[in-house]
């Protein structure tokens, strides 16, 4: 597997304003996601942060919201813009290594945001 | 599109005693299908994987799963829980891209009794 780390690991923000999350891969790798997870939910995938384009967005989501940068193979931030409590979640990114026959993703520690 | 359920939202076991929990999945084709494990505070760490093959695959910390293809389920196993296996458990199902699109199951938190 690969180590990835986030920052922040956990924040507290006020309403109206914005938070980009970072994540950083120890590897190179060609997929990185974003995911949400609302507080005793499961994980609902936000986007694919694609490398050298704009990133490919899930049903819900938008990038005025979310706005996503992949500079390079190693790292990708998250911007949470204009923030409500409703989005008060813990934030992961995942990558996507070939193993076997197939990918499989590994996951980070994740960015627990509180919006107040 | 690809769906997971898994029935059970908290179980409680002894620690020591046996643990089964149970993921249902819906899909067209054949999946690929995943458990994780999230500790407290902590990101997801993969168990284990099913993608073809064999249908018991062995994963890390003592835990395996069987795939039934007739069933629709891949059902994880412990023989013995620890006190340290308390988590939130999660399914998930990928489609033809693998790990991309992954689907994941509402979860199950895991308690352990001493």
């Known amino acids: 597997s690969a180590v990835i780390s986030q920052k922040p690991s956990r924040d507290i923000c006020q309403r109206g304003t914005s938070l980009t999350i970072q994540c950083q891969v120890d590897?190179?790798?060609?997929?990185m996601f974003w995911y949400r997870q609302q507080p005793g939910q499961s994980l609902t995938l936000i986007a694919t942060?694609?490398?050298?384009?704009?990133?490919?967005?899930e049903s819900g989501f938008v990038i005025d919201k979310f706005p996503i940068s992949r500079p390079n193979l190693t790292f990708s931030t998250l911007t949470v813009s204009n923030m409500s409590p409703e989005d008060s979640s813990i934030y992961l990114c995942s990558v996507g290594l070939q193993r076997g026959l197939t990918d499989t993703q590994y996951f980070g520690p994740g960015t627990r945001l509180t919006v107040l | 599109a690809q769906s997971v359920t898994q029935p059970d939202i908290h179980i409680t076991v002894s620690e020591g005693a046996s643990l089964e929990l149970r993921c249902n999945y819906s899909?067209?084709?054949?999946?690929?299908l995943f458990w994780y494990v999230q500790s407290p505070g902590q990101g997801l760490q993969l168990l284990l994987k099913?993608?073809?093959?064999?249908?018991l695959v062995q994963g890390i910390k003592g835990f395996e799963a069987e795939f039934k293809r007739s069933q629709s389920s891949f059902n994880l196993r412990k023989p013995s829980v620890h006190w340290s296996d308390a988590a939130e458990y999660f399914c998930?199902?990928?489609?033809?891209?693998?790990?991309?699109?992954?689907?994941f199951g509402q979860g199950t938190r895991l308690t352990i009794n001493p």
């Open positions: 099913y993608f073809s093959g064999d249908t």
């Open positions: 942060a694609n490398q050298g384009s704009e990133a490919t967005y």
């Open positions: 899909y067209g084709a054949t999946p690929y």
């Open positions: 590897s190179q790798v060609t997929m």
């Open positions: 998930a199902v990928g489609g033809i891209q693998g790990a991309q699109k992954l689907v």
